[in-house]
């Protein structure tokens, strides 16, 4: 893809022992028959195979949610435009969002998220999602696989006025992406500097969690329980770490999206599914996520 360098299917086999030719063959010969999906790289082959231990028939199910949700969730997968797009903009005032160097002891990436705009006024959810994945995305692609990844929320100045702005359907979409569309191993999932309306966004957000996320789900009020899981000196320096300021992490964060506006543009333009090809029915987002305001469509373990 133009402006971009991907990790070669090479680096991955290198990286990856588990990951055999013969399995890439299979994929990509069913690939070839599902003539409604985009066409795809064997590095991005690899990332779901690996996102889902090398099984062959979840990682097929993970393709096909994984651009059927791109498809149809416009709110956070176009118009990813950092210069262009006056909704992205404002979410780069909003939030940060960032893949932070080092690991935790079991080598798993960590990627942190927070406010830097505390006016609940300005905070518009969907548009915060939008710029969670489009950090996440490049990161994927020039990246590749690594061993897991574990997500830090930081509870910090979110306030009730923040909490009314949330919206169910989206946050519906929001899980059921992360959970079963996003080619990654999620290995944990903390909150951290949590208050009392930390709790009635748990209970907001808990019916769309599956029990998998739910058994890797952890809040904190101090880091003193946090650093149980993560070398504290890899967070930025707000948040009790040596990682440097946040403001300075996101400024060069956003200036790596800048520079990749031209991929974003071509994933938006090849990379969605073409549903008049798809064998059976069509799918329309209601498929996904029921009728905006009624849950019953998405079944929770």
């Known amino acids: 893809m133009a402006s971009i360098k991907l990790v070669s299917f090479e680096e991955e086999l290198k990286k990856n022992p588990e990951l055999k030719e013969s399995d890439m063959q299979i994929l990509r010969e069913w690939c070839k028959k599902q003539t409604y999906l985009p066409k795809m790289s064997d590095s991005e082959l690899t990332l779901f195979l690996h996102s889902n231990y090398y099984q062959l028939e979840p990682t097929k199910t993970t393709i096909d949610i994984f651009f059927t949700v791109r498809t149809h969730v416009p709110e956070f997968f176009c118009n990813r435009d950092l210069i262009n797009d006056k909704e992205v903009k404002k979410a780069t005032k909003m939030i940060t969002t960032q893949i932070l160097k080092g690991t935790t002891k079991e080598g798993h990436k960590i990627i942190y998220g927070g406010l830097i705009d505390n006016e609940s006024s300005h905070f518009v959810f969907a548009d915060a999602v939008k710029l969670f994945f489009m950090i996440i995305d490049l990161w994927l692609y020039t990246e590749g696989t690594c061993n897991g990844h574990v997500l830090i929320i930081d509870m910090k100045n979110i306030s009730l006025g923040h909490v009314a702005r949330f919206n169910p359907v989206t946050l519906k979409k929001f899980f059921y992406y992360l959970q079963e569309g996003l080619p990654v ?6 909150l951290i500097n949590v208050s009392p309306v930390t709790d009635i966004i748990f209970n907001m957000t808990k019916p769309f969690m599956k029990k998998q996320l739910l058994d890797m789900f952890y809040m904190h009020t101090t880091n ?4 149980n899981f993560v070398p ?6 707000e948040v009790g ?4 300021p946040i403001q300075e992490l996101h400024n060069k964060q956003m200036k790596k999206l800048a520079d990749h506006i031209a991929w974003f543009h071509e994933d938006e ?4 599914i073409n549903e008049s090809l798809r064998p059976d029915k069509a799918k ?16 929770i373990d």
């Open 185 to 190: 191993r999620l290995k944990g999932y903390h």
């Open 224 to 227: 003193d329980t946090l650093e």
């Open 232 to 237: 504290l000196e890899i967070l930025p320096n």
């Open 241 to 244: 770490g040596q990682a440097g």
């Open 269 to 272: 333009v090849n990379h969605r």
């Open 284 to 299: 329309i987002a209601t498929d996904l996520f029921g009728v905006e305001g009624s849950f019953k469509k998405l079944e």
